[in-house]
């Protein structure tokens, strides 16, 4: 597929861009409307693809980037062997999980949910980027509150916050009060009744 | 449960949530009906083991042994009526281990999606993410006139070299002791500062300290001082100075 100038244009732009590129940002600088942009993406996307390129384009929250396939991670990673900071630990990765799906939250709400102390794991993601800090609750002590970075959605890949595995199922969980938590299978499940034997017992 | 195992299964576990998950997993019990007496017993097994093991047990398990004990004896105990009834320990747990479960299920999701996406790299304009040296100026930004520029400024300012001999303090001790009881007995107590001098540098007036020490010790002179902080008034020593007869 021979590409358009305007899908040509795009594709220089994001190209070259330091950051993800968000569409306000492409009809802003190419004039074109965002019917067409998007026509546009899809175009150089497609175009990829067909040609067996090496390159993607990809969505990260609100923009595009252009990324290495990362079926080829193998051999691109050589070139930045000792570059890229490592993996993420588990405890990291746990924590970082329990900021995402219930950001913006305190470090007391994360120790609650992992039932151990979070503070050496939430500096190291600050460290990293995957995660800022975004206010204060407003609570005695004002505790710090954490949210999620673009970089966090960079670094997994993600479109955005609403492409997080499971996140109806999570949220739900974190709203449902410890009471009426129930066995998902049976939702309408016999309530196992204690409550029945209410009456005052000496 | 031999001892080395607990040693080895101790430090895989990310906290008592995750060691309860392990103990629940392991003997197939059902997460929303959990025997809590069973399960507290092999939970506090564990801990004990560790504990014979010298091992470190983080703060964390043993607040939750207490929570599994106290559960376990509620169970026991008859139930009281509705009205004083604060929430149920039981549910905190069960909601504790099914929201960590949950959390934990979705950490390994994001684990895979982190080895996949670990691998996929940006643009060269992004790059500069990894890059180990500070973010470049824009081309154009500065031109060798600049740097020419900069050289000379720092000349300009360049501060005299700093001075290759030090002089030795020509002050000493045995001067100094010389020098405040004389001073004391001309003119009797008085206060520091004053003995010291007025412009005292700080060698001056950190060598008539340790003179002053120095006479203290030697019960030669009384030192007060009426708040701390405050100024040190000195004084002859009454046995050491008797108007007139100097001892030795």
Avoid at chain 1, 38 to 54: K, N, P, T, V, Y
């Amino acid at each position: 597929m021979i590409l358009d100038k305007l899908a040509r244009e795009i594709e220089a732009i994001i190209f070259a861009a330091d950051t993800p590129v968000d569409m306000e940002t492409l009809t802003r600088i190419t004039g074109a409307l965002e019917d067409s942009v998007q026509q546009a993406l899809d175009r150089i996307s497609g175009s990829l693809e067909e040609g067996g390129h090496a390159m993607m384009l990809r969505r990260v929250g609100s923009g595009w980037r252009i990324v290495t396939d990362p079926a080829l991670g193998e051999v691109v990673s050589l070139l930045f062997e000792d570059r890229r900071p490592g993996k993420l630990s588990r405890a990291s990765l746990e924590t970082l999980a329990v900021v995402a799906y219930s950001q913006p939250c305190t470090r007391a709400e994360v120790e609650e949910i992992r039932g151990v102390g979070c503070d050496s794991a939430l500096r190291t993601l600050l460290e990293r980027n995957m995660i800022r800090i975004a206010g204060r609750r407003e609570l005695p002590g004002r505790p710090l509150l954490y949210a999620t970075t673009q970089e966090f959605l960079l670094y997994f890949g993600l479109d955005d916050l609403d492409h997080l595995p499971r996140l109806d199922e999570i949220t739900e969980l974190l709203q449902t009060p410890p009471e009426e938590l129930q066995r998902p299978d049976h939702p309408e499940g016999e309530k196992a009744s204690p409550k029945e034997d209410a009456a005052e017992d000496g | 449960m031999s001892a080395d195992t607990c040693r080895v299964t101790l430090e895989l576990f990310e906290g008592p949530l995750d060691l309860l998950l392990y103990l629940i997993r392991r003997d197939e019990l059902d997460i929303w009906d959990v025997p809590v007496a069973h399960v507290a017993r092999q939970y506090l097994q564990y801990i004990r083991a560790a504990r014979e093991l010298n091992l470190d047990v983080a703060s964390e398990y043993l607040v939750m042994a207490a929570t599994l004990t106290s559960i376990k004896s509620r169970s026991l105990l008859p139930r009281r009526g509705e009205g004083d009834e604060d929430e149920d320990p039981r549910a905190l747990l069960l909601r504790q281990l099914v929201l960590y479960r949950a959390f934990r299920e979705v950490s390994g999701e994001l684990r895979e999606i982190e080895n996949v996406w670990r691998d996929s790299f940006p643009g060269p304009g992004e790059r500069g993410r990894w890059s180990r040296d500070t973010a470049p100026m824009d081309p154009g930004q500065a031109s060798i006139l600049d740097l020419v520029g900069a050289l000379e400024e720092l000349q300009a300012d360049r501060l005299p070299p700093p001075p290759a001999r030090f002089e030795r303090p020509r002050m000493s001790l045995a001067e100094c002791i010389v020098d405040i009881e004389t001073s004391l007995k001309d003119r009797g107590p008085m206060g520091f500062r004053r003995l010291v001098g007025g412009n005292a540098g700080p060698e001056r007036i950190i060598y008539y300290f340790l003179a002053l020490l120095e006479l203290a010790v030697r019960g030669r002179v009384v030192i007060r001082q009426t708040s701390p902080l405050g100024e040190l008034t000195v004084a002859p020593s009454m046995a050491a100075a008797p108007k007139g007869a100097a001892p030795e």
